[in-house]
């Protein structure tokens, strides 16, 4: 596939030691002296200092094995006062299953009500208005929403071609019980979401039916923080609002005083890495009542009956809390969560948007000797409604794409940690990546049996069907950020067909 080459954003950053490689005026700087240069043009950068320190202390055993971790949307990083203040906890008590009256089971149920009041607490959600329901993770949150909402012939579910997989999933509750799914588009180069489409599509709705909107607060392919202003508007035309927060809430402050959305789903190891295994519902009470639990499981009901087949479920979080809750795990949400808000979502917010802009600018500025562009993001170019999630390909001078499994095993080999495919966003990676409809049903079509991804990837022939996903986050350093650029820099005139045997 050729490239298309984007307009770049104005260069006025310097971004010294990592320009074109034919200019021997941009000879790569060191990188004190791009530091130097980043700090002068980044002073809010400096307000951030508190994040170097917490990086050479809590997080030192990064630096210790020399890893450039970048991969801050698929997972966060832990401090070590975290798993210190969990480990002492379990180790300085006994605590048995909760929600019994023993005085074991009782230190635990304190324990879990305390995790799920600090849960409230992070996103200032009253606890008059919302519930938390603690789920595996994300995935496990959109499930209990997808089999749950009452779709009905005559409802509509309406969600972003820019959808994590677990969010698209939901389409097939949907469409078993008859509602009709709809897409609503984003547009390609910047992905940002074809508003009056959008807003079309809102206002069509049948408000005596139950309608569902899902979208994602940030887009885990393109970083594009999509609005927050869609909830109440949606909600005016008789939506019920699920956002998927999973990929906003470890950079951004999520204020449920402010933002109403009936469900947000989340996995707390994106936010401060440890523990893994726990993601939350957060629920509107209001909302939570329309939804039908298709079973019921033990921990769930007040009452069931064998012989009369009947049973009652638990009103509000339990009757959504099945079995056993990785209970002794749950202490360790209220202490990450102390850690965050400790640090300060702001500070955190200001270092990832810093670092982002001039990832942007330096990866754009990055040109082989014939002028050609070295990369080509998918997303914003400029800081302006997005994260710290930046989505792209290598191209070579006459435009050829550089598979991404060649850029991430190269990666690999230098210890930079990033991430390559399609990040479980399909709708992102085909638009992004100009897959047609049409390509993708041929491709369904010619092979009904279940295709392998490398299988697929010959069915569409010479298109990219991936790209690498870096991604910065809490203790990303300004020393990652440039040691991205010179490793992208060293794929500066390579031809394409140069790396063929490596992946052979
Ligand atoms: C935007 C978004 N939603 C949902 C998920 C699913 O999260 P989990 O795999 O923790 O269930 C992810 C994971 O990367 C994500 O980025």
Redesign the pocket.
């Known amino acids: 596939m050729l490239y298309n080459p984007t307009e770049s954003i104005s260069p006025d950053i310097p971004v010294h030691g990592v320009h074109s490689s034919s200019d021997p005026a941009n000879a790569p700087a060191s990188l004190a002296q791009a530091e130097a240069t980043f700090r002068r043009y980044f002073p809010a950068y400096a307000r951030t200092c508190a994040l170097d320190a917490l990086r050479a202390t809590e997080y030192a055993r990064l630096d210790r094995a020399g890893h450039v971790y970048l991969d801050y949307?698929?997972g966060g990083l832990y401090a070590d006062s975290q798993v210190r203040a969990h480990t002492e906890l379990l180790l300085g008590n006994v605590f048995g299953n909760p929600h019994s009256t023993n005085p074991t089971s009782l230190a635990m149920t304190h324990l879990v009500e305390a995790a799920r009041a600090s849960v409230l607490e992070f996103f200032h959600a009253s606890p008059d208005e919302y519930a938390v329901i603690f789920t595996?993770?994300?995935?496990?949150?959109?499930k209990l929403v997808g089999e749950s909402y009452p779709f009905a012939p005559g409802s509509r579910y309406l969600l972003t071609f820019d959808?994590?997989?677990?969010?698209n999933g939901i389409r097939e509750f949907a469409r078993a019980r008859g509602a009709q799914v709809i897409y609503a588009p984003v547009l390609p180069p910047d992905m940002y979401t074809d508003d009056e489409k959008l807003a079309a599509h809102l206002e069509s709705a049948d408000a005596r039916a139950h309608n569902l909107f899902a979208y994602?607060a940030?887009?885990?392919f393109s970083g594009v923080r999509h609005s927050l202003e869609w909830i109440a508007r949606a909600q005016s035309h008789g939506w019920d609002v699920l956002l998927?927060?999973?990929?906003?809430v470890p950079t951004s402050a999520l204020d449920l005083s402010r933002y109403h959305p009936d469900f947000v789903?989340l996995?707390f190891?994106?936010i401060f890495g440890y523990p893994t295994g726990i993601?939350a519902l957060l629920a509107r009470k209001s909302a939570l009542a329309k939804l039908h639990r298709p079973w019921f499981a033990g921990g769930t009901i007040s009452v069931a009956s064998v012989q009369s087949e009947r049973y009652y479920l638990h009103e509000g979080s339990e009757g959504f809390e099945d079995g056993t809750l990785n209970y002794l795990a749950l202490p360790a949400i209220a202490i990450g969560l102390r850690h965050i808000a400790g640090i300060g979502l702001e500070t955190i917010h200001t270092r990832v948007h810093c670092l982002t802009c001039w990832l942007l600018n330096s990866l754009t500025a990055l040109r082989h000797s014939n002028g050609a562009p070295l990369l080509h993001i998918y997303g914003p170019v400029t800081t302006h409604r997005r994260g710290g999630t930046i989505t792209f390909n290598f191209y070579d001078p006459d435009g050829m794409f550089l598979d991404h499994r060649l850029v991430e095993r190269r990666a690999n080999a230098v210890n930079i940690s990033l991430r390559t495919g399609c990040?479980?966003?399909p709708g992102g990676g085909e638009l992004a990546l100009g897959i047609s409809a049409e390509e993708l049903s041929s491709c369904f079509v010619r092979y009904d049996d279940r295709l392998t991804l490398d299988e697929f990837r010959r069915c569409i022939d010479d298109k990219s069907t991936g790209a690498v996903r870096i991604s910065t986050g809490l203790v990303t350093t300004f020393a990652d950020v440039f040691a991205f650029t010179q490793f992208a820099a060293s794929f500066l005139d390579k031809r394409a067909a140069d790396f063929w045997s490596d992946l052979a």
């Open positions: 949307t698929g595996q993770n994300a995935s496990g949150a959109l959808n994590h997989n677990s969010v994602p940030q887009s885990n998927d927060a999973a990929a906003f789903t996995s190891y994106k993601g990040f479980c966003n």
